[in-house]
């Protein structure tokens, strides 16, 4: 088929031009010579050519898949046409290319080969991963080949099927504002008033002496649940509950960071030099960071643990209470208004790293808009990895799923352990637990059989897999297992606070002794990949099942026992450390910046006028994880502020004064 379009038309214009400009200055002998009109007239087409994109080094082991050119050149060419600054994405079937008929060895890297990216599913498109078989190339373009479809058959065609064009990605927005944006913007604008106008009215009343007068009026309450400096005084209160369990928001911010960090990488990684990450799996102290994988599954204790925690205190008082959603009606509305958000913005910032990166934004954007209600569901876990409406919000789905499905261990363990039973049905409770913890490393066990999946997602050999993320990393009944830990730990402690269970004091040998051993444990999960995460070693699909099924076991009592040792004094120095007030804000926040991270990580490589370039984990965790947790934090003020905070005290006031409504019906009819 005959190529007729504009984009062809601009860029044979072009070419031409410079062709003609080049054998017009061969024949030149005199400087004024170069001042031929042939000449001059081409000056944008050569501008055109030196803000093409070059590799950063021409050493092979400094592989580089990322070929950045010059933004700035391009951007500033007064030519014919419009021109962009693009990125070229390509990718790349690497085992169809003999590099030993080149005279290249790959003798350097693990195996030999580059890594590959599993996709498991031979259906799903390698454009939409993340890996070393994306390779970008940065073009000075007419404005018209943005969307020329064209762009890329003769490369598809003239390297049989070896390089496929994915895209072409200018920068600038990557569509025109929708109107969505403008809603979200006028609804967003509007709430920051309302606040505005809260804040401005509650410090009028305390400076007038008033708000003592208005304080248990409804209305009042209403208003001031929008008020900025009230909702931030309550997150910054360096006070805490005398029956909370303190040093939770500490582990919270650790793993929060620790979680972060993992990011930072992967989005580091996706740059010019790639195989540069894969060599920090040399260094074995890279597992800390490199092995993250655990980090999660702190969170999934923490949650399961203040469930089981909050549930037995409340029953401890009160036996016939109900288990009640609170955390779906409180935790909701930030969530589906940072969605709308991120919707609504990421298609705007379309930068010169947005362009240069596989880590394609747009297509979760996309996702986003087409299956936008399972997030409402709190079901789009159910989706492959690559279908997810904004990555992060796989934990919060998890997450919602074990706490519908908690009452059957709660309520199992509660009647299980009620007074004046007989001993046979005392072992209820935990044979429920036990027999989730059991089916879960049944479910691991099996999967990682049936689709050979690896242990962990990432190793030297393959920069991922499809398959491992959707079968095992985001499915509840394979993260069940620190929730349910979380469970009963939850129950312990309020058992012998409430002193329903007496526990004597550990000696100190015992304590050491138990401290030494879960220290080894955790250390064992993190570390002893080190041969399998570079390459080294093989692992068997028994190997393989039991480190994926029993690390994550070891992980949560490790943890478990950490809270169990700070809560019943039995921590010492780390007591000191996990429970000092400085981290209870940072744990009220760490909800709204576990939301917020994912957008901010993109919003500061943004600002990059180049696509990233990895240098080490260690410059990697100063540079970028550092800045992205300190403006998570920044972000997740303003969230909670505006909009967690006074929905959450909305809702508790509106459940309370149906609890009140009720209760007078209830008494109207005795």
Known sequence: MKLDTQCFRDIKKSFNQMLLAFLTAQKCKTIDCLMDEKVTNATYAMKMLAATGHPHSLDWDELSLTWAGDPKLCRNIDGPFETKYCFLHVTIDWTKIDFESFGFSLSFLPGGKIPDFDIGDANIDRCSTMSVNNVKLALCLPASCEKDPNIGRIISEATNGTAKICEISCVGPKKEPSAFFYFFNVAFTSLIAIAVGSSILDYIATRNGMDVELKGRTTWKVITAFSIPRNTSDL????????????????????????????????????????????????????????????????????????????????????????????????TPAYLLFIAFYVAWTPQMHDIWAVGTAMNNTLFVQNCENYWWLNALYLNNFHAIQDLCYPPSWFLCVDTQLYWAAPLFLIAIYYSCKNNIRNQRRKTGLGAVLSGVLFSVGATVFLTAYYDLPAIGFTAKTTGNMDFMTQLYIKPWIRCIPYLTGIICGYFIVQV??????????????????????????????FSVYDYMRGESDWSVATRSFYGSFARIGWALAIAWVVLACTFNWAGPVKSLL??????????????????????????????????????????YLTVTIPVVFMSYVMAWMWSCLVEIPFSKLEAKLILWKQEEYQQVRIMKK
């Not at 195989?275 to 993250?292: C, G, K, M, P, T």
Request: aromatic share 16%; charged share 15%.
């Open 236 to 331: 910054f209160s360096i006070r805490q509950r005398s029956d909370s369990i303190a040093c939770l928001d500490a582990i919270r911010f650790i793993t929060f960071t620790w979680v972060v960090n993992g990011h930072c990488d992967l989005f580091v990684g996706d740059g010019d030099n790639p195989i540069q990450l894969f060599r920090e799996s040399d260094y074995i102290i890279s597992d800390v960071l490199l092995n993250a994988y655990v980090s999660v599954d702190t969170f999934f204790l923490v949650s399961g643990l203040l469930v089981s925690y909050t549930f037995f205190k409340r029953v401890h008082t009160n036996p016939d209470c109900v288990y009640k959603p609170m955390n779906w009606i409180i935790l």
């Open 497 to 526: 606070r409430k002193q329903t269970v007496k526990v004597r004091q550990p000696k100190m040998w015992e304590l050491t002794l138990v401290w030494l051993f879960s220290t080894i444990v955790a250390l064992t999960v993190i």
């Open 579 to 620: 429970e000092h007030p400085l981290w209870y804000p940072l744990g009220r926040l760490s909800y709204c910046a576990f939301l917020a991270h994912w957008f901010t990580l993109q919003l500061l490589l943004h600002g990059s006028d180049r696509p990233a370039h990895f240098v080490s984990l260690f410059q990697t």
